[in-house]
């Protein structure tokens, strides 16, 4: 994966050397039903107990609409020539109320028959912290907080190795890690095999500069998300702070080159050597994005965007702060 170029929607990379192989408009589609039928079961599970019912009722019937949509893709899919399933990139986190070493294998080969897929091009761990085993993948006590559970995450890390060894995954990552925990791994006696990648909220407001020093120096890949600041969820981000595609100096930049501030942002990762993270659900700004490698940046401009950095984190997580694992206290 090292050295390759993606183009990506949601979880799902299409590595551009293969992409003129595929119909774009009918892979387009296709890509946001998977994220759709990927992503749809955690949603529902971490935020039924806050929208109730009346939501509770209509997600299961858009949940059932995506897999069976799903299904019907994949049947369609395996009649089609084996060299297709080079074409899109697979890839699955590992939640964290799967950290112990004993759950991982279990978990990925349950997330593979559900898909039917026979392997992932990457597996990576969500998030280093982690919560009580159990059916509910945001488990809560009587008085609404997350139940923790403590996970020396180097064994966890083992059994991802075990899951590659078994044939059972390409690649295995991390998301979320800073430099201490990533050292944790690389540290590790017996190491086999060293994270591809860390993903990471990282923008113009959070450039992440020292973190992707590190990764470079280990040659592990960063990989972006939030790249375009965020959607700004009330549920997840404070409202109060500002918006990353209406900065000024941002503005000004995109104006100069006759783009919009968003292809400007993530033009700035792609020369930095980030991979990003973005999607969307509109034609207009699908066929944008694929301008971000029609134009270059000055390195005078990207200069200016590094002069942006507040260290600002749309995605703080707070509910997870007083974990012991918690991530975000350091680079």
């Known amino acids: ?12 990379p299409i590595p551009l050397m293969q992409f003129k192989k595929v119909n774009v408009r009918r892979l387009q589609r296709w ?73 991982v294998r279990n978990c990925l080969e349950q997330s593979l028959k559900k898909l039917k ?36 995450l180097r064994q966890t890390w083992e059994a991802m190795e075990a899951c590659k060894d078994a044939g059972l995954v390409k690649s295995i990552g991390v998301s979320n890690f800073n430099r201490r925990q990533l050292e944790m791994i690389l540290n590790k006696p017996g190491l086999k095999y060293k994270p591809v990648l860390n ?16 990764c470079k120096s280990k040659d592990i890949l960063l990989e972006a998300y ?23 100096v941002l503005g000004a930049i995109a104006k100069k080159y006759n783009r ?6 993530l033009r700035y990762q792609l020369q930095r050597g980030i991979v990003v993270l973005f999607k969307s659900f509109t034609r207009k700004r699908i066929e944008e994005n694929f301008q971000v490698f029609d134009f270059q940046l000055s390195e005078e401009d990207m200069k200016t965007i590094d002069g942006l950095n507040k260290n600002l984190r749309y995605l703080s997580l707070i509910q997870l702060v007083d974990h012991p694992q918690f991530p975000f206290k350091d680079e």
């Open 117 to 152: 897929f026979d392997y992932l091009d990457l597996f990576i761990i969500h998030i280093p912290v982690s919560l009580k085993p159990g059916p509910d993948l945001s488990p809560m006590d009587e008085n609404g907080k997350l139940i923790f559970d403590i996970v020396d």
């Open 226 to 248: 939030c790249a375009l600041g965020s959607q700004r969820d009330k549920m997840w981000i404070d409202q109060s702070t500002p918006v990353l595609l209406e900065d000024p």
């Open 199 to 214: 993903q990471v909220e990282c923008h113009p407001y959070l450039n992440q500069s020292k973190l992707l020093a590190f």
């Open 1 to 12: 994966m090292m050295g390759t170029k993606f183009l990506q929607w949601d979880l799902v």
């Open 31 to 103: 890509l946001l039903k998977l994220a759709s039928a990927i992503l749809m079961e955690p949603l529902y599970m971490g935020l039924r107990r806050r929208l109730g019912e009346p939501f509770t009722r209509r997600l299961q019937m858009e949940q059932s609409k995506e897999r069976t949509y799903f299904t019907q893709e994949r049947k369609k899919r395996k009649k089609r020539t084996s060299s297709e399933r080079t074409v899109v990139f697979e890839s699955l986190q590992l939640g964290s109320t799967f950290h112990r070493p004993e759950l």
């Open 260 to 265: 919009s501030p968003a292809l400007v942002a």
